[in-house]
């Protein structure tokens, strides 16, 4: 525990980093599954297939492979990305991509009938999907995001390998400096689940505030 105090300020600057990491590829991530799960859905071939193939081709590669081509490898073809850059590129690249599925399948599951309504209401594809089929979609793929976010939380550890200073690169610094392997690891196993449970509560939340709006239209509308 002594450790752990001495060096609290290293891991918690870790912290931030993690934090900062975690909310930037979250961000783009989500913009890139909802781009490429419509994408999936479009009436145009050559946008379904471009999409189809980008998802195919980052769920079949590691994120470790990605963050190392992006950051060593880009330079040899003349494209210097710092290692910020490449660690939320990266990280949003692939997570984009199983995220993406994720879109696709709460947009199919919501019922013919709703896009019917919509066509019969003459509206446009645009706003069939804005007014009609996304909102529902959303409370179904609330729990996949959730689930997103956990796993991306957890794989922001692997930017260490680019020698972004984030909590699992400061706590392998303070191991190779104390010696005091396990009062370390465990503080940061703790630390990740402890962010991932507050991940989870929230979401949670948003999910159920969500349902309770849907809801009350529906109760508004009848």
């Given at each position: 525990?002594?450790?752990?105090?001495?060096?609290?300020?290293?891991?918690?600057?870790?912290?931030?980093?993690?934090?900062?990491?975690?909310?930037?590829?979250?961000?783009?991530?989500?913009?890139?599954?909802?781009?490429?799960?419509?994408?999936?859905?479009?009436?145009?071939?050559?946008?379904?297939?471009?999409?189809?193939?980008?998802?195919?081709?980052?769920?079949?590669?590691?994120?470790?492979?990605?963050?190392?081509?992006?950051?060593?490898?880009?330079?040899?073809?003349?494209?210097?990305?710092?290692?910020?850059?490449?660690?939320?590129?990266?990280?949003?690249?692939?997570?984009?991509?199983?995220?993406?599925?994720?879109?696709?399948?709460?947009?199919?599951?919501?019922?013919?009938?709703?896009q019917e309504a919509g066509i019969a209401?003459?509206?446009?594809?645009?706003?069939?999907?804005?007014?009609?089929?996304?909102?529902?979609?959303?409370?179904?793929?609330?729990?996949?995001?959730?689930?997103?976010?956990?796993?991306?939380?957890?794989?922001?550890?692997?930017?260490?390998?680019?020698?972004?200073?984030?909590?699992?690169?400061?706590?392998?610094?303070?191991?190779?400096?104390?010696?005091?392997?396990?009062?370390?690891?465990?503080?940061?196993?703790?630390?990740?689940?402890?962010?991932?449970?507050?991940?989870?509560?929230?979401?949670?939340?948003?999910?159920?505030?969500?349902?309770?709006?849907?809801?009350?239209?529906?109760?508004?509308q009848g």
């Amino acid at each position: 525990m002594t450790v752990i105090i001495e060096w609290s300020p290293l891991l918690l600057n870790g912290l931030i980093q993690t934090l900062k990491l975690f909310f930037m590829a979250v961000v783009l991530d989500l913009a890139i599954a909802v781009l490429i799960g419509l994408s999936r859905l479009s009436r145009y071939r050559l946008v379904r297939v471009a999409a189809n193939v980008y998802m195919e081709f980052f769920r079949g590669i590691s994120l470790y492979v990605t963050l190392f081509w992006l950051y060593f490898a880009l330079p040899f073809l003349g494209v210097r990305l710092t290692v910020w850059q490449a660690a939320v590129g990266g990280l949003a690249l692939v997570h984009g991509a199983y995220a993406s599925e994720y879109v696709r399948g709460a947009i199919l599951s919501v019922p013919k009938e709703q896009q019917e309504a919509g066509i019969a209401l003459n509206m446009s594809p645009y706003q069939r999907m804005r007014y009609i089929i996304f909102p529902q979609a959303l409370v179904a793929m609330m729990p996949l995001l959730a689930n997103e976010c956990v796993l991306l939380l957890k794989a922001t550890s692997v930017a260490s390998l680019i020698t972004l200073a984030e909590l699992t690169e400061q706590g392998h610094s303070i191991i190779v400096r104390t010696y005091a392997s396990v009062p370390v690891l465990v503080t940061v196993l703790l630390i990740y689940f402890g962010l991932a449970q507050i991940i989870v509560i929230v979401l949670r939340y948003v999910e159920i505030r969500i349902s309770y709006w849907k809801f009350r239209d529906r109760l508004v509308q009848g």
